[in-house]
């Protein structure tokens, strides 16, 4: 008797997960005209930005357990894989803390520097100048900072 080249159990899981990715794609392409409309550019870009940071963040913490600690857990021997599964768990919340640390740290200058440029607008505001008067490209194609020619 021929055996299936595939079980049965196996080709149901595998219409389900390409079933659930595809509707989370779906999903994704249907509210993201939304929340643009609802959000705005400025406010969806704040979004995206966190979603960026998350990313990071995950991708730190991960740190290639995802590929490694089910072979190890699946290797060890029955009374080890509490061992082996705590291991990898306090590592990964240690990278956790590490990775909460740097984006903490670095949102932190970011928004000195953001604060920095602000202030830079407004002083620049209070003066009155404009673009053409900090940059002046005068007949010859020539770029120079300052109108000189007041």
Same mark, same amino acid.
């Given at each position: 008797? $021929?055996?299936? +080249?595939? =079980?049965?159990?196996?080709?149901? =899981? *595998? ?5 659930? $990715? ?7 392409? *249907?509210?993201?005209? #939304? +929340?643009?409309?609802? @959000? ?13 940071? *998350? ?11 995802? *590929?490694?600690?089910? /072979? ?5 021997? /029955? ?12 590592? /990964? ?7 909460? %640390? %740097?984006?903490?740290? @670095? &949102? ?5 520097? +953001?604060?920095?440029? $602000?202030?830079?607008?407004? #002083?620049?505001? =209070?003066?009155? #100048?404009?673009?053409?008067?900090? +940059? ?6 020539? &770029? ?7």
């Amino acid at each position: 008797m $021929k055996k299936p +080249l595939m =079980n049965k159990k196996l080709l149901e =899981n *595998i219409v389900a997960l390409f079933s659930l $990715k595809g509707i989370e794609y779906i999903i994704s392409f *249907i509210t993201l005209p #939304y +929340l643009l409309h609802v @959000l705005g550019p400025s406010r969806y870009g704040a979004v995206v930005f966190a979603q960026s940071l *998350i990313a990071y963040g995950n991708i730190m913490v991960d740190y290639g357990f995802n *590929i490694t600690a089910p /072979k190890d857990v699946a290797r060890a021997e /029955k009374s080890q894989i509490r061992v082996e599964f705590s291991s990898i768990f306090i590592a /990964k919340i240690v990278l956790l803390i590490i990775t909460l %640390i %740097i984006i903490t740290f @670095l &949102l932190i200058i970011l928004d000195r520097i +953001l604060r920095e440029i $602000k202030e830079m607008f407004q #002083y620049s505001e =209070n003066y009155n #100048y404009d673009l053409n008067e900090i +940059l002046n490209i005068n007949e010859e194609n020539n &770029l120079t900072l300052f109108n000189n020619n007041r």
